[in-house]
C-alpha cells in the first residue's frame, strides 16, 4: 500500500494546508434525570477529517471525496494526517493527474 498525504490551498493565505487529528474526539452524554460520567474517544475517518476541511480549503471536501474515490481509499494516517491510501503507484499517479485537471493547483498530494 501506498499513502500520501492530501493538502488543499488555505482560502486565506493561499498555501498548501492539511488537517491533522490531533486528539480523538470526545463524545459524552446528557441526560434529562441523571448524570452520565461516560466520555468515549472516536477517532475520526478520513472522510470525516475531509468534511472538517470547509471553509479552509479553496475547493469543497465532496468534491475532493468524489474525485479520490476512484483511485484509493481517504484514511487518517498514524500521525493524525489525512491521507490517501492506493493500491499501486499508477492509482497514485493518476489520481494526482485528474486532481490537477480539476483542481488546478488547489489540491495535491505529497509525500
Same mark, same amino acid.
Given at each position: ?7 488543499? &490551498? ?11 487529528? @490531533? ?10 434525570? @441523571? ?10 475517518? !478520513?472522510?470525516?477529517?475531509? @468534511? &472538517? ?15 479520490? &474515490?476512484?483511485? !484509493? @481509499?481517504?484514511?487518517? !494516517?498514524? !500521525? ?32
Amino acid at each position: 500500500m501506498i499513502r500520501l498525504r492530501l493538502f488543499g &490551498r488555505c482560502r486565506i493565505y493561499h498555501d498548501p494546508v492539511a488537517p491533522v487529528m @490531533r486528539a480523538p474526539a470526545q463524545i459524552g452524554w446528557d441526560a434529562w434525570f @441523571r448524570s452520565i460520567d461516560l466520555v468515549t474517544p472516536q477517532k475520526l475517518k !478520513g472522510e470525516e477529517l475531509l @468534511r &472538517r476541511t470547509r471553509g479552509w480549503w479553496t475547493v469543497e471536501p465532496d468534491d475532493v471525496a468524489e474525485v479520490v &474515490r476512484p483511485f !484509493g @481509499r481517504l484514511v487518517v !494516517g498514524d !500521525g493524525g494526517e489525512l491521507m490517501v491510501e492506493f493500491e499501486s503507484q499508477g492509482k497514485a499517479d493518476s489520481l494526482a493527474d485528474v486532481l490537477k485537471e480539476r483542481f488546478g493547483d488547489q489540491v495535491q498530494l505529497a509525500p
